[in-house]
Nanobody, 117 residues
């Protein structure tokens, strides 16, 4: 059972930056996808960005050009650099690890990002 632990959330003013981290409890060797999702109050959880173990990335249109997803060389930590934050970015951000070949997925417990003046 892989555990994912997110960190880096907090309160930031509009236009500010935050960097989220998600660390897996063990090294991951299989082909996988790690990603960030978010859920604002009263809304459904939505994709923010994903990164494949090969390095391919994909972003939601709403964050393109502002957010950057990356992962460390060991492959078990994923980051989300968030710049030019807007109040609409306020949400709980969740990390997900997905193994496409088996369909197995793991979720972190989430970290709150609040963008407000």
């Amino acid at each position: 059972q892989v555990q994912l632990v997110e960190s880096g959330g907090g309160l930031v003013q509009p236009g500010g930056s935050l960097r989220l981290s998600c660390a897996a409890s063990e090294r991951i060797f299989l082909f996988n996808v790690m990603g960030w999702y978010r859920q604002a109050p009263g809304t459904q959880r939505e994709l923010v960005a994903i990164i494949v173990s090969s390095g391919t990335t994909n972003y939601a249109d709403s964050v393109k050009g502002r957010f950057t997803i990356s992962r460390d060389n060991a492959g078990n930590t994923v980051y989300l650099q968030m710049n030019s934050l807007k109040p609409d970015d306020t949400a709980v951000y969740y990390c997900k690890l997905y193994f496409p070949r088996s369909g197995v997925e793991y979720w972190g417990k989430g970290t709150l990002v609040s963008v407000s003046s």
